[in-house]
């Protein structure tokens, strides 16, 4: 029996472990390898660690954990089900982990439209994050993607970081009265046309519309939405939000005992330092718990 299994091996989860391992509860990290920050040449906004390249991050916060003896399985989770006292885990090889608590670290993916180029350029010219990738690109041409009141904010949010900001729709605009008349206030052109394809060498240089337009652009920010990239917190029984998140307490409880969120899964903030702060209060609430538990 495990005090905790924590599924997913990215900075919530990591951050979790080390605070579990240095309250001596036995921990086991069962993590797939699959991130969202996979295409990411660095990571930003993270105190001490920033520009460092995630797989990095990774790496040290592994090698760190040695010292607490957390246990670490390149592993993917299948399944889980509540059971008295816990909850039984399933990995893929057919092995099943016992545990007192859950946490779930296991993020979001990004929906790309289907757009020749989207998925080529992602990582390379095309990003979601202005906050993550926007100084690398600054001052340079930008293309906020995306219709409605999503499409129009992403395109005012890239203004803090280019005067040179178009917004493109794909398609109708979607734009209410005031969101139309706030960007041609800030001079932003809104591009209704279909889009036939990005292109580029090795990054993004240009739009190319299905009308035969040609609109120069070093980078794209997408406003396209995200899915759960695990389905284990629905099939638990957990509160989704209206957004698709995971509705979690302060302390990222779930509505579900025993169960906890830590990530980019469970809130709108959706940043490395953010999550990895996330991972040390859920450490910190099942620490407390199971301390209680055992007081009794």
């Known amino acids: 029996m495990y005090d905790v299994v924590i599924v997913g091996g990215g900075p919530a989860g990591l951050s979790a472990a080390t605070i579990l391992g240095r309250a001596r509860r036995r921990v086991v990290i069962c993590d797939d390898g699959r991130y969202r920050n996979d295409v990411s040449g660095a990571l930003h906004g993270f105190l001490s660690r920033d520009g460092i390249h995630p797989a990095e991050l990774r790496r040290i916060g592994r090698e760190q954990l040695e010292r607490y003896e957390v246990e670490l399985r ?21 092995a099943q982990l016992d545990c007192r608590k859950l946490l779930l670290a296991t993020g979001v993916e990004d929906r790309l439209p289907p757009v020749e180029g989207m998925e080529r350029f992602f990582g390379s010219g095309v990003f979601h994050c202005p906050y993550c990738d926007g100084w690398e690109v600054r001052d340079r041409p930008l293309a906020a993607y ?13 203004k803090a970081w280019s ?17 139309a008349a706030r960007l041609e206030r800030l001079g932003i052109p809104v591009y209704q046309q279909k889009i036939a394809r990005l292109e580029g060498a090795s990054w993004l240089e240009q739009i190319v519309f299905r009308d035969g337009l040609t609109l120069p652009r070093h980078a794209l920010f997408l406003s396209a939405g995200q899915a759960q990239r695990c389905d284990l917190a629905a099939r638990l029984g957990c509160i989704l939000t209206h957004k698709g998140a995971i509705r979690t307490g302060k302390l990222e409880g779930t509505n579900v005992p025993g169960l906890f969120v830590a990530g980019d899964a469970s809130r709108d903030v959706q940043l490395a330092v953010v999550a ?3 991972g040390a209060k859920a450490a910190i609430a099942i620490h407390m718990a199971l301390q209680e538990e055992d007081a009794r």
């Open 74 to 94: 390149s592993v993917r989770v299948t399944a889980a089900r509540v059971v008295d006292g816990g909850f039984e885990v399933t990995l893929e090889d057919g």
């Open 146 to 158: 995306g219709a409605g009141k999503n499409g129009a904010g992403l395109a005012v949010a890239l």
């Open 163 to 179: 005067a040179d900001v178009v917004l493109c729709t794909d398609g109708p605009a979607g734009l209410r009265p005031e969101e």
């Open 276 to 278: 990895a702060a996330e």
